[in-house]
């Protein structure tokens, strides 16, 4: 009988020793160095992300917010995926996708004709509508009232190329200033520039922030860029897209990015018009 109790304790000792094998096998380490045990069933989907791009994505008390992580959160959960978020400067995101660092950027990013050769895209999620940035008293309501005058714009990238569409487009004769790092909206508030050219929720969150004795013009520019998510041309992502583009879909039908751009932008920027 001695022998016999302790065969059946060494059978015991061996499956709490398998159990805790496995166990460790399914955890992984957190940002904390704890360990965290994945869910079941769970695909981990790797978004990259910068935290200097408030209200977008930004870092309070150590943890990710913003709308960015709210919409990532929200696809997890519909998808079925185990979100983790990889920060860098905006700079290196794209780096980062391409070297699969990351298998998807979260930054506001907007898609165009060279983007779309080399990255697959999801369907939309938000437009980054651009505006004039003018004095609190300003009385210029209409595009035509810019003819002749002085208006600053980021240099490269999207803003400086639509300001100059847009200057062609209605014979405007804008002198555009290009700012380089440098923030321009002092340069409206002080006179030395009529206006400057930005996204509409950069530039309520830049005036809200400085409280800056500006607005942004209560004009339609029809100007906007469509904001998507970027996948590496590859196999894996075709699924991911696909399921990425339900949940995109089904946020959109039941008011769920309507809710979240108004919590983070107090504007809707999830409907073109």
Not at 185 to 192: S, W
Not at 212 to 223: R, W
Not at 234 to 258: L, P, Q, Y
Request: aromatic letters at 10%.
């Amino acid at each position: 009988m001695r022998f016999k109790g302790k065969k059946l304790l060494t059978v015991i000792s061996s499956l709490v020793l398998c159990m805790t094998v496995l166990t460790g096998c399914s955890s992984e380490k957190n940002e904390k160095g704890q360990t965290a045990v994945k869910s079941e069933g769970k695909e981990k989907l790797v978004v990259g992300v910068s935290t200097e791009y408030f209200p977008w994505c930004f870092k309070e008390n150590d943890k990710n917010k913003g709308f960015e992580v709210d919409v990532w959160n929200e696809i997890g959960q519909r998808a079925n995926f185990e979100i983790e978020y990889q920060t860098a400067k905006f700079s290196g995101l794209m780096g980062m996708l391409d070297s699969s660092k990351v298998d998807t950027v979260a930054h506001q990013m907007s898609t165009n004709e060279e983007r779309r050769l080399k990255y697959d895209f999801s369907d939309t999620y938000a437009y980054s509508k651009y505006k004039f940035i003018v004095k609190k008293d300003s009385k210029l309501d209409s595009i035509e009232d810019f003819k002749g005058m002085k208006v600053g714009c980021v240099l490269g990238g999207n803003g400086e190329k639509t300001l100059k569409d847009l200057n062609e487009k209605h014979n405007l004769g804008l002198e555009i200033v290009t700012f380089d790092g440098v923030p321009m909206e002092k340069d409206v508030e002080n006179g030395r520039l009529d206006a400057a050219w930005l996204s509409e929720v950069k530039a309520k969150t830049t005036i809200e922030q400085g409280n800056l004795k500006l607005k942004v013009a209560d004009i339609d520019t029809g100007v906007y860029e469509i904001n998507q998510y970027p996948f590496r041309k590859e196999e894996a992502s075709k699924e991911r897209i696909e399921k990425v583009n339900k949940a995109i879909k089904e946020m959109h039908e039941d008011g769920t990015f309507t809710k979240l751009s108004n919590k983070w932008f107090e504007i809707d920027t999830t409907k073109e018009n």
